[in-house]
């Protein structure tokens, strides 16, 4: 059994930047790859970043590409995702996901373990 909590959402101007946090409970931490995902109102929930249980493998939505960073410790227990030149389209509830294999995936069904969400809120 992992938890997630995600932390570090607010309210930011466009081109401003917020890094996100996921900590995880569990021993199992380090073997799992984690990925976030974010939901805009009356939109359905979209892939954002994976990263394997290594950090060896990253991935990221066209999207983000080259705006965001998934980073991971899991001498910690965490998940990052920095975000940057933020868009009012990055406006979204931002869900960290845990796989229970270690590769990356963009697929939201393959996570079994997902926090409760935080709030990204990027004015214009």
């Known amino acids: 059994q992992v938890q997630l909590v995600e932390s570090g959402g607010g309210l930011v101007q466009a081109g401003g930047s917020l890094r996100l946090s996921c900590a995880a409970s569990?021993?199992?931490?380090?073997?799992?790859?984690m990925g976030w995902f974010r939901q805009a109102p009356g939109k359905e929930r979209e892939f954002v970043a994976t990263?394997?249980?290594?950090?060896?493998?990253?991935d990221y939505a066209d999207s983000v590409k080259g705006r965001f960073t998934i980073s991971r410790d899991n001498a910690k227990n965490t998940v990052s995702l920095q975000m940057n030149s933020l868009k009012p389209e990055d406006t979204a509830v931002y869900y960290c996901a845990a796989r229970s294999t270690g590769g990356g995936s963009w697929y939201s069904k393959e996570y079994v373990y997902w926090g409760q969400g935080t709030q990204v809120t990027v004015s214009s």
């Open positions: 569990g021993r199992t931490f380090s073997s799992y790859a």
């Open positions: 990263i394997s249980w290594n950090s060896r493998y990253t």
